[in-house]
């Protein structure tokens, strides 16, 4: 649908003849309102303050202040697994480096699927935004919003400090509405959204702040026994394989550093505001990171640790006395961000892949007033709230978990294909060679360890849900089969939605590069 001038001056909205993708869809006379160019355009509208919230709004989720233990657990030592949260900083550094090059050479929203479709084709990027918009990106919100709703829920059946267990759909209607109350936000403004974002991320690192200056004082006062060595390596674990395990545990609490990477064509000056966000969101992350670790250990033994289902909460009884409350607030704070960083991101990746014609055409259609894809973000909603119904589907996550880092080290490879291919084009950032490379091979790593230490069939079946995209590629993508009915449901949603198809053409978009 597009926004048309009649000759006496108002405004109607025409659906697109096709109900199809963007360029098509247009009518004659319709243009882009920012640059007169066909189809309506995403704004750039985040700028490095909002960019750097986004990362570190979306890193800090609820990983940080519920499950260190998961660390431990593999590493079996308070040593180790400071170690493996200092390495999961630095990989996630140099990682998003090497997206920050690839999304300055391709300046496109969608991340990996906007890389691997311009460098190794279609059917990879096609297979990565199939896993990603239908299992990754949902459960990944659903999970947060989940957290949000059970510390929420003990909130409200425990004002008087009780230990009293709400009812087991509390939990999921508040993670129900904080979905709805995201979607809202994101489909009403980008400056709202990101807005959110930074409030959020002030009230997150407020909270681990808070729990620094706690250890800080601890270890003034001399709580230092277990983080001495060598006795806090002593009982390291010497299998080389669990600490892939551990690495899975420490990088889902860094999950997010990729996050700008989906917005690109939303990013005030790209070419500085991306790799400077990343420098300074991420390195800030993996100090909070560490001192927040160092701080639990000040308090509770490794034992201790390992038997708190939630270490941040476990903590702030121990400390904070009547005040503990203030912890689990914090925790609400830094779930409900982190899912909007997740749906901001979701639905950003939904909207790139529906307008390279590889999902349905409604999906890669813009506000024609607000300039945001809210087709693509109620479709990302959607399906996570599906996901907020069955009681558990954890174990579905960790499986799908390695996928991930399968599509990451396909993507960092697509940057060392670009290096070859097109060696002379122009680069503002261009990270040296090891770098990638480094990153591949950490890849491969996460990819294969889990499946050696624990082998399970649920690894197997992961693959081949993957591999089950291909039956709607072939005739959809491939042969462009289009169902005869699809034509009318676009125009019902053009005309519900009011929206109109979009474009992009990064080749001969002119970015400022202020």
Not at 78 to 102: D, F, K, Q
Not at 399 to 409: D, E, I, M
Not at 450 to 467: R, S, T, V, W
């Amino acid at each position: 649908m597009s926004e048309v001038r009649e000759r006496d001056g108002s405004k109607k909205y025409s659906p697109s003849t096709n109900g199809g993708t963007g360029k098509k869809g247009l009518q004659d006379g319709d243009t882009d309102s920012q640059d007169g160019s066909k189809g309506l355009k995403l704004k750039r509208q985040v700028g490095l303050i909002s960019g750097i919230a986004m990362i570190v709004g979306t890193m800090i989720g609820s990983g940080i202040f519920v499950s260190p233990k998961g660390v431990l657990r593999q590493t079996e030592s308070v040593g180790m697994s400071l170690i493996v949260w200092m390495l999961c900083g630095v990989l996630s550094i140099i990682g998003a480096l090497c997206y920050a090059e690839l999304g300055t050479v391709i300046p496109k929203s969608g991340g990996e699927y906007a890389y691997l479709l311009d460098t190794l084709g279609p059917i990879p990027a096609f297979l990565f935004s199939w896993i990603s918009t239908i299992v990754l990106k949902p459960s990944s919100v659903s999970a947060i919003t989940l957290t949000f709703g059970a510390y929420a829920s003990q909130a409200l059946f425990n004002t008087d400090g009780g230990d009293c267990d709400p009812p087991t759909i509390t939990p999921k209607l508040f993670a129900a509405v904080a979905i709805v109350l995201i979607l809202f936000i994101n489909c009403a403004s980008v400056k709202w959204a990101t807005s959110v974002q930074v409030v959020f991320t002030a009230a997150k690192l407020t909270a681990l702040v808070i729990i620094i200056i706690v250890g800080v004082i601890k270890l003034f006062q001399g709580e230092v026994a277990n983080l001495t060595p060598p006795e806090s390596f002593a009982t390291s674990s010497l299998q080389p394989f669990a600490y892939g395990v551990a690495f899975y545990q420490g990088l889902w609490a860094y999950d997010g550093w990729n996050q700008l990477n989906y917005m690109t064509e939303e990013l005030v000056n790209p070419y500085r505001n991306l790799p400077l966000a990343i420098i300074i969101g991420i390195p800030l992350v993996t100090v909070l990171y560490l001192m927040v670790n160092i701080s639990y250990f000040t308090v509770m033994t490794p034992a201790e640790l390992l038997s708190s289902n939630a270490v941040a909460v476990t903590f702030a009884s121990r400390t904070l006395g009547p005040m503990a409350w203030i912890i689990p607030f914090f925790v609400c704070c830094s779930t409900f961000g982190a899912a909007n960083g997740s749906v901001f991101a979701s639905g950003r990746l939904a909207f790139v892949t529906a307008r390279e014609g590889h999902t349905v055409d409604v999906l890669s259609m813009v506000h024609v007033k607000r300039y945001t894809p809210v087709p693509a973000l109620i479709f990302q909603a959607v399906i996570a709230l599906i996901m907020i119904i069955p009681g558990d589907f954890d174990t579905l996550v960790n499986y799908f978990s390695f996928t991930a880092w399968l599509f990451y080290g396909a993507t960092v490879g697509a940057l060392l294909i670009l290096r070859y291919k097109r060696p002379d084009v122009h680069r503002p950032i261009k990270v040296p060679i090891f770098i990638p490379i480094i990153v591949l091979i950490a890849s491969v790593y996460l990819v294969i360890a889990p499946i050696i230490d624990e082998p399970a069939l649920e690894y197997l079946f992961a693959l081949l849900f993957i591999l089950a995209g291909l039956v709607f590629y072939v005739p959809f993508v491939h042969y462009k089969l289009e169902l005869p009915f699809m034509k009318h449901i676009t125009v019902f949603f053009q005309l519900l939605l009011e929206v109109a198809p979009s474009s992009h053409d990064y080749k001969t978009e002119e970015i400022e590069a202020a």
